[in-house]
């Protein structure tokens, strides 16, 4: 059941067009319209130019419409759209997805439904229309060099990680899913061959080609259902701000969960959290398992874009055994069955809080 509030509240909070459009990547080739309004290519139809606009109205929520195919709606329409969702039919997956953008926390118990909502930020700097963002294989055709320059073989910049990966079981298996080392000097290297102005589209460097987050020397390459890398997650392998223990390059997250690669059709998934999960599960795991380990960027890190893996399938929920992955647990069981999916259990490692530190008390 979903309160009268909620919708109200996730309308009233996504009144930002340019906001709103780019965390809904819809910002390539865009063009900025009077009075803080968007032009984008509509989501509803293959529009090879902007012919859709959005903007705040009179009641200061957003709305679009397209002038070419005369699709319109307000925000959860759009949200809607972008997912390949039925607004009426799938109305509560949208109003999660709508929630997710709007940063508000949904609880849902017993017939109830409690939010929690955060602070409100400041806008978000619109993009420069110039500088649209790269597909997947551009990205790939960039980071390409920083895999092989960085090659996990103990010598110069990757003993640190070869060290840490093997002191966490883990050194084989990141070798043979492609992950690798970077240094302060890898954005100056990308600079010099493919220009700065690609690789800060790639968000990896600035336009100078300064390395964002240069002290991130552990790189794991995150990939589409293909197999081609669509983005780079680093890891600071030393005392850090735990918030910023990951990171993605500048508007880059994930586009799939890490693992994607190897789901089959219609085969069992279990869900964990990252991509080191992913890799212990692979290793530690008994051998009566058979699902394929899928892994999120954290534990609130799945996204309703990805309810339609669940779909028809039996899933394993093998989040960490603490407060915070048992609550998700709990959110992620509605979640799943709404999305269809056929069978939903819990896992939790035999030793330690998640798999990866399982393995390691294991080793």
């Known amino acids: 059941m ?16 340019m906001g709103v459009c780019s965390a809904l990547n819809l910002l390539d080739r865009f063009k900025r319209q009077a009075g803080g309004g968007v032009m984008i290519r509509c989501p509803a139809h293959q529009d090879s130019s902007p012919s859709c606009s959005v903007t705040v109205g009179p009641d200061r929520t957003l709305r679009w419409r397209c002038f070419a195919c005369s699709a319109s709606g307000d925000v959860l329409t759009l949200i809607a759209t972008v997912h390949g969702l039925d607004v009426r039919r799938d109305f509560v997956r949208v109003l999660d997805a709508g929630a997710e953008l709007a940063g508000i926390r949904v609880e849902r118990e017993a017939g109830r439904e409690r939010v929690a909502l955060p602070e409100r930020r400041a806008p978000r700097p619109a993009p420069e229309p110039e500088q649209p963002a790269v597909d997947a294989e551009t990205f790939a055709r960039v980071v390409a060099p920083l895999m092989r320059s960085g090659v996990l073989d103990g010598r110069g910049a990757s003993s640190e990680v070869c060290e840490y990966l093997e002191g966490r079981g883990l050194l084989e298996a990141a070798r043979a899913d492609g992950w690798f080392a970077m240094g302060p000097a890898s954005g100056v290297m990308l600079c010099d061959v493919f220009g700065a102005e690609l690789v800060a589209r790639c968000g990896l460097a600035d336009a100078r080609g300064e390395l964002k987050w240069p002290d991130h020397t552990l790189a794991i390459p995150w990939r589409t259902p293909t197999g081609t890398v669509q983005t780079i997650q680093r890891r600071h392998l030393g005392q850090c701000d735990a918030k910023r223990r990951y990171v993605f390059p500048t508007g880059r997250g994930p586009a799939h969960p890490y693992g994607i690669e190897r789901i089959t059709r219609r085969g069992p998934i279990a869900i ?51 407060d915070a992955g048992n609550r998700e647990v709990d959110r992620l069981r509605e979640r799943f069955e709404r999305a269809g999916a056929a069978h939903l259990g819990r896992g939790t490692p035999m030793r330690g809080k998640d798999w990866a530190d399982g393995l390691r008390r294991s080793a």
Do not use: C, F, N
């Open 2 to 17: 979903v309160t009268d509030d909620l919708p109200r509240l996730v309308r009233e909070r996504l009144d930002d067009p």
């Open 272 to 322: 964990v959290e990252g991509a080191m999960d992913v890799l212990a599960w692979r290793e530690a795991a008994p051998p009566t398992r058979y699902e394929t380990p899928l892994g999120v960027p954290g534990v609130s890190g799945w996204k309703v874009a990805w309810d339609q893996l669940v779909a028809d399938r039996i899933v394993l929920i093998a989040y960490d055994d603490d």
